[in-house]
């Protein structure tokens, strides 16, 4: 079954069951076979709504129509797009839905009002998924990265839907089978409940649209297939099978008629198929990637000045956020009946303090990268070279993922900050291009310039992460005397100062062999510990990015 067969074949069994499917999955950037695709979508005979993926609470729930209220004296309320008869509802850019976004959607396919909804996932990471909890609600996951113009067909739905969909409520399920989609659905690794429910109810569309009133062996294989395919975690190790001996009595007819029972291995190939080579192979390493969150940016940050609008909160009287008039008066209107009543005397809408509403805006924090770097000794020529490379392979990717890099470089008796925060290519090859190395190390000194730094960052709204390339050999105090013993002390204690602030850091060891100093120094630190013996900077920079992502 080709890719477009196989969405295809999802669509049409979404069609007939939609209610109990939940929805689907589409993994696809816009392309000609996209479009082809959402054009059958819009053929089902169901309104179609286009969500966005940072709609606020007042569009998705509905409030007060403010124009029309004070127009006609009279409360008039708006009705929430969610709150509407059986529709689907396409989700473009899913993987950036707000959290309130993606738990309300949720809520109405819970609500068994009979909505549906396709999520168009346009990530253009593997990392970049949906929130869980729509991702757990849609019965199918298919992609359409790839396919070209020669890939893709017309798409014909079934005819009849709704004669198909009572059908498939009618379907004899066998005794066996709600057990074993169980059963196969733990040995995958499957921790959600919907998995085997969606499967059979998979399995029984399927039946209907071939015209059959028992559930059979393809039917089963077919949901499997779409259903536990994107779910799978792991990969069951088969127990080898052994021959049996021969049953004394055998079977009656009307027990074989009764069950049906289907060789595990089957089901497993039939997983197996649908999953990508290299998730096959980790998979069957057991070194799948977990679902985490995005790289690219920093923390959110809530305030009152700038940003993305958020809802209106009540706030305390002498709060300094602005006033929101809109919210203000959306809080006062329900309550200007009784008011007037009380109040003959007083004309124009009554406010009080408790109908005060103040705005919020939400931005997200740039996340600075501040490489700590060991320049001193006979290889400081050599460490130097391999933060140059990481930093600038970095730089590379500081557009896409919105993160700024400063360079603090340690020798002799002191540490200096040799490149400001910067996203700039350009300034940071001229900065980059000579660098002092040689004499003593000073790392408490190289921790202090950086926590320093880390600290005028924070407050101009970043979100710094240390990262320190040394071999821990600390051997200059922070007074700049040659004291190995005092220089570690200061050392651990820079680290501790780092800790108290809440910085993330990593930290990278460059030695030959391990060094336990500086795995205690991380250990205080609270930080990540990598042990790097011969560093390039595709490595630095490869373990930058996957300690990141943790």
């Not at 499917?21 to 169901?46: D, E, H, K, T, Y």
């Not at 499957?190 to 399995?203: E, N, V």
């Not at 391999?386 to 540490?415: I, N, S």
């Not at 390339?469 to 051997?475: C, E, H, K, P, V």
Request: with cysteine; proline share 6%.
């Amino acid at each position: 079954m080709t890719p477009w067969d196989r969405a295809t074949l999802a669509l049409s069994l979404l069609a007939i069951d939609r209610q109990r499917l939940g929805g689907m999955v589409v993994r696809a950037r816009v392309s000609p076979v996209r479009n082809a695709f959402m054009a059958a979508v819009s053929s089902l005979p169901i309104p179609c709504v286009r969500l966005h993926p940072h709609m606020n609470a007042q569009v998705l729930d509905g409030d007060i129509d403010l124009s029309a209220t004070l127009k006609g004296n009279a409360l008039v309320l708006q009705r929430g797009l969610l709150d509407r008869d059986p529709s689907l509802f396409i989700l473009p850019m899913a993987e950036r839905a707000d959290q309130y976004l993606s738990a309300r959607l949720s809520q109405s396919l819970d609500g068994g009002i009979g909505h549906t909804f396709i999520a168009l996932d346009e990530g253009a990471d593997d990392d970049e998924k949906l929130p869980a909890n729509l991702s757990d609600r849609a019965a199918f996951w298919i992609s359409l990265d790839g396919l070209a113009l020669s890939d893709f067909g017309s798409v014909e739905l079934p005819a009849d839907m709704e004669t198909l969909s009572k059908a498939a409520r009618r379907i004899t399920i066998p005794k066996g089978i709600p057990e074993q989609l169980v059963l196969l659905a733990v040995s995958l690794g499957i921790t959600s409940l919907r998995a085997p429910t969606f499967a059979l109810r998979t399995a029984q569309a399927h039946a209907a649209l071939f015209n059959r009133n028992t559930l059979e062996a393809d039917d089963v294989t077919v949901a499997v297939d779409l259903v536990y395919s994107h779910r799978a975690t792991r990969l069951p190790e088969m127990e080898s099978s052994e021959p049996q001996e021969p049953q004394s009595k055998p079977q009656e007819p009307s027990q074989q008629d009764k069950d049906l029972t289907i060789p595990d291995d089957i089901l497993l190939d039939a997983v197996k198929t649908a999953l990508p080579p290299d998730l096959l192979e980790k998979l069957s390493s057991g070194t799948s990637k977990k679902n985490s969150a995005a790289t690219g940016t920093g923390g959110k940050r809530t305030g009152n000045r700038r940003g993305r609008p958020l809802p209106a909160r009540q706030g305390p009287k002498s709060t300094s956020a602005r006033i929101d008039l809109v919210a203000t008066l959306r809080a006062a209107i329900p309550w200007q009946t009784i008011r007037k009543r009380m109040h003959p005397e007083k004309s124009g809408p009554i406010i009080r303090h408790s109908d005060l509403r103040h705005k919020r805006y939400q931005s997200l924090s740039d996340r600075l990268l501040i490489f700590t770097v060991d320049a001193s000794g006979s290889a400081a020529m050599a460490r130097l070279a391999e933060a140059k490379g990481a930093v600038e392979l970095l730089l590379a990717e500081a557009y896409a993922r919105r993160d700024h890099v400063a360079l603090v470089a340690f020798r002799g008796t002191q540490a200096d900050v040799l490149l400001p925060p910067t996203r700039s290519l350009v300034q940071t090859k001229r900065r980059l291009a000579a660098i002092p190395g040689g004499g003593g190390t000073p790392l408490a000194s190289g921790l202090a310039v950086a926590a320093t730094l880390a600290q005028t960052a924070a407050r101009k709204g970043l979100t710094p992460t240390l990262v320190l390339l040394t071999d821990g050999r600390a051997n200059v105090t922070l007074d700049g005397k040659a004291d190995r013993a005092q220089a570690t002390l200061d050392a651990q204690k820079s680290a501790s100062d780092i800790m108290a602030m809440g910085i993330d850091a990593l930290v990278i060891d460059t030695t030959i062999r391990p060094e336990r100093s500086l795995k205690k120094l991380a250990d205080i630190m609270q930080a990540t510990y990598v042990p790097l013996p011969r560093a390039d900077a595709n490595g630095v920079s490869a373990a930058v990015t996957a300690a990141l992502a943790k």
